[in-house]
């Protein structure tokens, strides 16, 4: 009776924790302690101003290095120069600080932090330290697990430097800073009942990305509806579309899909 419980139980944690896989932030939940994962995000993004379409990808090694802690390192290549090109790297760290769970509910909260190095030109006053622009950014992120569905809130703050190769941050230092903010919601749409790990499971979500500039005042409001499959409780597919719903900051690709490929080996250390 001891072990069914405990089948049962960890059969339930999975199901909730694929919840909180978000396709555009990250959720309060970390991964799996002692496990290992790859990454590979691809965005596919249309310029506004010319038939050119940007593509960026980030391929990344993300470690589990206990239940509060994980960590990660990716790489960032675009085709800013008409060919695809290594553009600089990130490492990310995220940090559980508190755990309020239940059965099929819980309350997390965590702190993350990034620092990122960028060689390719700034070419718009919107700041993103995932594959535009050097330097750093940090915040906390909340998120709610009830039953079938999760819910994740994210506020940080972003601070802009100088790219490499004397790409200078051409909007001025008292542009440099923002605040980003986001608010996720996914849901297990399949399986109905979930019985087995080994089950497919498919989410959907809507993400809310948004950001401040603190010197400017300027901003953007995005939406990135997508769809997920996890095969396996290992690897997963997001398929997304992100789109811009009003700005009034400079940005020169700010719609377009964006597909992640993932897969973990748990307790691989």
């Known amino acids: 009776m001891k072990l069914q419980f405990l089948l049962v139980a960890v059969i339930l944690s999975l199901s909730g924790y694929d919840q909180e896989l978000y396709s555009a932030t990250e959720p309060a939940s970390n991964m799996s302690a002692r496990s290992i994962g790859f990454r590979v995000d ?115 703050f972003l601070k802009a430097r100088d790219n490499g190769n004397n790409n200078k941050f051409i909007y001025g230092s008292t542009n440099s800073k923002a605040v980003n903010y986001t608010f996720s919601i996914g849901k297990l749409m399949l399986p109905k009942e979930y019985k087995d790990y080994r089950q497919t499971n498919v989410n959907l979500m809507v993400e809310f990305l948004n950001q401040v500039n603190i010197g400017s005042g300027n901003y953007y409001m995005d939406v990135a509806p997508s769809v997920q499959m996890i095969f396996n409780s290992q690897s997963r597919v997001d398929i997304g579309y992100r789109k811009e719903l009003s700005s009034t900051l400079l940005r020169t690709a700010p719609n377009g899909f964006f597909i992640r490929l993932e897969h973990n080996f748990f307790n691989a250390f």
């Open 42 to 156: 691809n965005s596919i993004m249309d310029e506004i101003t010319s038939s050119k379409v940007n593509y960026h990808l980030i391929p990344q090694i993300r470690l589990g290095v206990s239940k509060k802690l994980m960590i990660e390192a990716g790489a960032f290549f675009s085709n800013r120069t008409e060919k695809l090109r290594a553009e600089g790297g990130s490492f990310y760290a995220k940090y559980r600080f508190l755990s309020n769970d239940a059965m099929q509910r819980h309350f997390r909260m965590a702190a993350f932090a990034r620092i990122s190095y960028n060689n390719s030109d700034i070419h718009q006053e919107e700041i993103n330290m995932y594959g535009h622009n050097s330097g750093f950014e940090t915040g906390v992120v909340a998120t709610q697990l009830l039953r079938k569905v999760a819910m994740s809130s994210s506020v940080s």
